[in-house]
């Protein structure tokens, strides 16, 4: 009986079958990281097996049961669960980083190579080249264009201070324009408004995963003869249908496209990474010698360039985690549909939309509510063990180390109101049904307690 549980338990979240004979048959309980979380789960199961008739007897709802059970669980509810997600693949984890330590080839190994390649296959983009981080390869992107100090990109004002950082680091300026209240994406008519003699480059930012309009981002470029580099740290694997008739992943539409690896991101790895992507052969050689001192052969240094390298190790994880990325969307896809169904049509609520030209990754699931709510709401989640996050609660032109470019407040109504209405809730891949369950029905409580 117990066992049946057990099974359906596991089942229930996520675990294959074999895994769970594994859990029975070798004993793993004991012998790992995660039987600590097992453990509490066992707890669990035994807790709602000797209770759970008599709360009924009681007269409690099940779903009351089920929610009161799940406090005594020890899986807590993460904004993202990287412990659960590595338990799942934890064998080829190991046996990949094992193989690099092995190897002792830690920088430059073979499995940056072989990953790079990969993505490359992954993304249909003709060159990747990966580097330390994403923020990194933003600035060996801008670098890579040979632009004159005090060039104007123009970027999104709504997102991760990354963007705007690397273009004030090379002396060049930071061109702030808004976004659309329902993508949270750049608007393309600011972009054009905000082009000057001195715009070089448009910096499109595909947020919380879902892509930017780069038709019309494209064309503006062709219009206006500008680079376009997109920032797709938060958008792997969204694909956007152009107007020509075809697909395309996130990343690999303008000149130059970059990416992040930092662990939460969709594409994690276990420390930090990044790539940068293009179709041109001579930009890409340019970027790789940027990225590895601004050589091509040894101690030859033809351009000024950093170091900027992906971690052996961390390309190895990358590799791996590489065939789990469709899967991984998919499941924040799952997620996000739970929480779609509980939330629309609530007066209060309002979900993320998606864009038909774009599927979503949801990197974040991010809602937004009522200003006056929004901080107390988080509050009140976090009080009930729900993490919940602010992405992003200062505008770019309102954050006091930009202050020196004299941004005009009335440029951005929209994004400053998303920094006082939005709110992104838990979103992972190991989300299971019973934490959305408890999440969904917190969130709501909390509406029906203040109104
Ligand atoms: C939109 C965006 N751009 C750039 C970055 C920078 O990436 P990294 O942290 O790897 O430097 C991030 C990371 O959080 C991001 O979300």
Request: proline share 4%; glycine share 4%; hydrophobic share 40%.
């Amino acid at each position: 009986m117990l066992k049946t549980q057990f099974l359906s338990y596991f089942t229930h979240w996520g675990y294959s079958k074999t895994q769970i004979f594994e859990l029975n048959d070798n004993d793993i309980l004991c012998d790992n990281t995660s039987s600590y979380i097992f453990g509490m789960q066992f707890f669990y199961i035994l807790f709602f097996n000797l209770f759970n008739e008599r709360l009924k007897a009681f007269g409690k709802s099940e779903k009351k049961i089920a929610i009161f059970a799940f406090l005594f669980s020890m899986k807590k509810i993460q904004m993202v669960d990287l412990g659960s997600q590595y338990q799942r693949i934890q064998n080829e984890i190991d046996e990949a980083v094992i193989e690099v330590i092995r190897s002792s080839a830690f920088i430059n190994g073979p499995a940056v190579k072989r990953f790079s390649e990969k993505l490359s296959q992954f993304l249909k983009v003709k060159h990747v080249i990966p580097c330390a981080n994403g923020t990194d390869a933003l600035q060996i992107a801008l670098m890579a264009l040979d632009l004159e100090p005090g060039s104007e990109v123009i970027t999104s004002d709504f997102t991760f201070i990354s963007t705007a950082e690397v273009i004030a680091l090379l002396n060049l300026k930071p061109v702030l324009v808004d976004v659309l209240p329902d993508t949270f994406n750049i608007d393309p008519q600011a972009i054009r408004k905000a082009i000057t003699p001195k715009t070089k480059v448009i910096i499109p930012v595909h947020l919380y995963g879902q892509t930017a309009n780069m038709d019309e981002i494209m064309e503006i470029s062709k219009e206006f003869n500008l680079f376009v580099i997109e920032d797709a740290a938060q958008s792997i694997g969204s694909q956007y249908f152009s107007n020509d008739g075809y697909t395309y992943y996130s990343g690999t539409m303008g000149h130059i496209g970059c990416t992040s690896f930092f662990p939460s991101k969709n594409l994690g790895a276990y420390g930090d990474g990044g790539a940068i992507f293009t179709n041109n052969d001579v930009l890409a050689e340019k970027l790789s010698m940027i990225a590895n001192h601004g050589m091509k052969v040894r101690y030859y240094h033809d351009v000024i360039g950093v170091n900027s390298r992906l971690d052996t190790i961390q390309a190895a994880i990358l590799e791996v985690k590489l065939k789990y990325l469709n899967e991984y969307n998919e499941r924040r896809n799952q997620a996000a549909q739970f929480y779609d169904k509980k939330f629309t049509n609530h007066p209060q609520i309002i979900i993320p939309c998606r864009d038909p030209k774009s599927t979503h990754v949801f990197h974040q699931y991010t809602i937004k509510v009522p200003a006056e709510h929004r901080n107390s709401l988080q509050k009140y989640l976090n009080e009930k063990e729900i993490p919940a996050m602010l992405y992003y609660p200062v505008p770019f032109h309102r954050q006091n180390a930009y202050q020196c470019y004299g941004y005009q407040e009335e440029n951005f109504p929209v994004s400053n109101h998303l920094a006082e209405v939005v709110l992104s809730l838990p979103m992972h891949s190991e989300l299971s049904e019973d934490q959305l369950e408890y999440i969904t029905e917190t969130l709501l409580e909390y509406f029906k307690i203040k109104s």
